[in-house]
Antibody
């Protein structure tokens, strides 16, 4: 059974870089049928899609965060990482990693629902 | 990109039906069948309950949860509301140009 687990510092200083890791167990990120993504939720607020990575390493980002976000995977295809630079208090949130279903749309791949989620990890930006 | 529009809250008595709307544009909800719905209880991760507009991911998701779409608006209906359905619900749509959009969330209260 596929499981995802986020990990990383719970406290980050303003202007620094937030770095998180998502460890995949019970499977890997090597299938062409899925994307792997990050989603966050600020306290008391809704969900915000941050970005996705395809098994090939191609990445796709929320336009509002694109200049500050980097998503990457490791060689073993079992860890997904998130780096968010120049953080402010507005980046305080629970960060989730999730798997998204991939679909062939014409001749290109797209993704649909996020079907497996990690439990999330709270990150606070504060000095 | 703006978040998809959902009502802030809906409520119903046990056994009643409630419907949550999710309004987007012709570039997201109206353009694709990749609309999904998530249930989130306090302190928990979201759980997928509907994908591809109207499909339930497994038998573990009760049949009382159903989804539909008309034009730029998707809907989630909970029939036969139960106490354990009290939660926050979020819609999500593929939004073109390799992006996803979530709705602002709807709190469902069981009276």
């Amino acid at each position: 059974q596929l499981q995802l687990q986020e990990s990383g510092p719970g406290l980050v200083k303003p202007s620094e870089t937030l770095s998180l890791t998502c460890t995949v167990s019970g499977g890997s990120m090597s299938s062409s049928s899925f994307y792997w993504g990050w989603i966050r939720q600020s306290p008391g607020k809704g969900l915000e899609w941050i970005g996705n990575m395809y098994y090939s390493g191609s990445t796709y980002y929320n336009p509002s965060l694109k200049s500050r976000v980097t998503i990457s995977g490791d060689a073993s295809k079992t860890q997904l990482s998130l780096k968010l630079s120049s953080v402010t208090a507005a980046d305080t949130a629970v960060y989730y990693c999730a798997r998204a279903q991939g679909y062939l749309y014409g001749v290109r791949m797209r993704w649909g629902a996020f079907d497996v989620w990690g439990p999330g990890t709270m990150v606070t930006v504060s000095s | 990109q703006s978040a998809l529009t959902q009502p802030r809250s809906v409520s119903g008595s046990p056994g009643q039906s409630v419907t949550i709307s999710c309004t987007g544009t012709s570039s997201d909800v109206g353009a694709y069948t990749y609309v999904s719905w998530y249930q989130q209880h306090p302190g928990k991760a979201p759980k997928l309950i509907i994908y591809d507009v109207s499909k339930r991911p497994s038998a573990a998701v009760p049949e009382r949860f159903s989804g539909s779409k008309s034009g730029n608006t998707a809907s989630l209906t909970i029939s036969g509301l139960q106490a354990e359905d009290e939660a926050d619900y979020y819609c999500c749509s593929y939004a073109g140009s390799y992006t996803s959009l979530f709705g602002g969330g709807t709190k469902v209260t069981v009276l």
